[in-house]
């Protein structure tokens, strides 16, 4: 079987536990993860952060035709303050390979490569892991999340356009936002509608609205935040 085809469901390997490698990544500054020459993505490991005491961990993916400085920029700063890790992939194409090719593949191993990095390398809190994003990247967190949800505890979907899995695993908590007046994806088929379905199904489901369009205020990540880490 190919490697391709082990990811066909979205389905990741990696788990956390007991950190197997020293890290040689310095704390406080954003660094390239060394994962790949081409399209890599970001690390940031927070400045207080201290090998004996367990941090959050929090994947967070870009929009379409974004880069991993936009993934990392969604909370980074918030980062120091909460002891929270870091990681900004790059999607493989313009976008996520599910939205791209409607199958999971190329974007589904770069992540979990990423994730098995950050588990091999420091002390995760299995209790604080989440996967998020923004508009495209919000889509995606929510597949990956839904399919993961024994991986992810916590998915951050910041105006996502859709949800989506072949397959479910755990019961994640979901945090969804949507400004009323977006116009690129529209509140009522997109957030209104993922937050309804989510609900059906009986997860834990955080959802605001706000007075704006296709954005992220900052009193919107601020609650993200808090309800992350509550």
């Known amino acids: 079987m190919r490697k391709r085809d082990t990811y066909s469901t979205g389905r990741v390997t990696s788990r956390p536990g007991a950190p197997t490698q020293t890290s040689e990544v310095p704390a406080g500054a954003v660094q390239p993860l ?10 940031y490991l ?7 005491k367990p941090a959050a961990l929090a994947v967070m993916l870009h929009g379409s035709g974004g880069n991993p400085e936009h993934g990392m920029w969604l909370l980074q700063r918030y980062a120091d303050a909460h002891n929270i890790i870091l990681i900004a992939p790059a999607s493989r194409k313009y976008t996520w390979d599910v939205i791209v090719t409607d199958s ?18 420091f002390n995760i809190d299995p209790a ?6 923004f508009s495209d990247g919000a889509s995606y967190a929510l597949c990956l999340g839904l399919t993961n949800g024994d991986v992810f505890t916590h998915i951050i979907a910041f105006s996502p356009g ?16 949507h400004g009323v007046h977006d116009g690129i994806l529209p509140i009522d088929p997109c957030g209104r509608l993922v937050h ?3 609900k059906k199904e009986g997860l834990e489901v955080k959802y605001l609205e706000f007075d704006g369009e296709h954005e992220i205020p900052a009193n919107i990540s601020q609650a993200a935040i808090e309800w992350f880490l509550k």
Do not use: M
């Open 196 to 198: 309804r379905d989510l």
């Open 104 to 121: 999971f593949g190329p974007d589904a191993i770069f992540i979990d490569q990423s994730l098995a990095f950050a588990f091999e390398h």
């Open 34 to 43: 060394g994962l790949d020459a081409a399209k890599d993505g970001l690390l």
């Open 46 to 52: 927070p400045s207080g952060y201290e090998q004996s």
């Open 128 to 133: 604080r892991v989440a996967i998020g994003g």
């Open 162 to 177: 859709f949800a989506f899995a072949r397959e479910k695993h755990g019961a994640p908590a979901v945090f969804i936002s």
